[in-house]
């Protein structure tokens, strides 16, 4: 939060200004206007216009960092996680060793297997091979209504 003090009597103009902590780290809250009593009253006490706040030039944690790893918001670590759990998934499809991340893809790639299998040996009895056997009888009407 900011409170800023300003007003200009004659030529001579004050103002003062404090952030406080809690402000966000984007942007400042507009300046606050007072009256001619309260700039007089500064002005007999010597305020000279001042600001008071912190400003980040490095972030240490494990590591020097820019101050913009601080301005990480919700989609941003929602993207980083997601491309984790892809790499991770993707190892572990490589390694043959099953985890929670790799367990849809290997369950997608069982019921194509089991698919392909139906389809070959003409076995049409669940929904997902009844698809393939309309494919396999007709492709140019099924590309044309899907």
């Given at each position: 939060?900011?409170?800023?003090?300003?007003?200009?009597?004659?030529?001579?103009?004050?103002?003062?200004?404090?952030?406080?902590?809690?402000?966000?780290?984007s942007g400042r809250a507009p300046p606050r206007q007072v009256g001619t009593s309260e700039a007089a009253l500064l002005v007999k006490m010597g305020v000279k216009?001042?600001?008071?706040?912190?400003?980040?030039?490095?972030?240490?944690?494990?590591?020097?960092?820019?101050?913009?790893?601080?301005?990480?918001?919700?989609?941003?670590?929602?993207?980083?996680?997601?491309?984790?759990?892809?790499?991770?998934?993707?190892?572990?499809?490589?390694?043959?060793?099953?985890?929670?991340?790799?367990?849809?893809?290997?369950?997608?790639?069982?019921?194509?297997?089991?698919?392909?299998?139906?389809?070959?040996?003409?076995?049409?009895?669940?929904?997902?091979?009844?698809?393939?056997?309309?494919?396999?009888?007709?492709?140019?009407?099924?590309?044309?209504?899907?």
């Amino acid at each position: 939060m900011q409170q800023q003090i300003s007003s200009r009597i004659g030529q001579q103009s004050t103002h003062a200004s404090v952030t406080c902590a809690g402000q966000s780290l984007s942007g400042r809250a507009p300046p606050r206007q007072v009256g001619t009593s309260e700039a007089a009253l500064l002005v007999k006490m010597g305020v000279k216009p001042f600001e008071y706040g912190l400003v980040v030039k490095h972030v240490w944690e494990g590591g020097i960092f820019d101050p913009s790893v601080l301005k990480i918001n919700d989609a941003v670590l929602m993207g980083k996680f997601m491309e984790a759990t892809g790499q991770v998934a993707a190892l572990s499809l490589a390694l043959n060793y099953p985890t929670d991340a790799s367990y849809p893809h290997l369950m997608m790639n069982g019921i194509m297997n089991i698919t392909a299998v139906a389809a070959e040996a003409e076995y049409f009895e669940f929904e997902t091979a009844k698809k393939v056997e309309e494919f396999l009888k007709d492709p140019a009407a099924y590309c044309a209504s899907h």
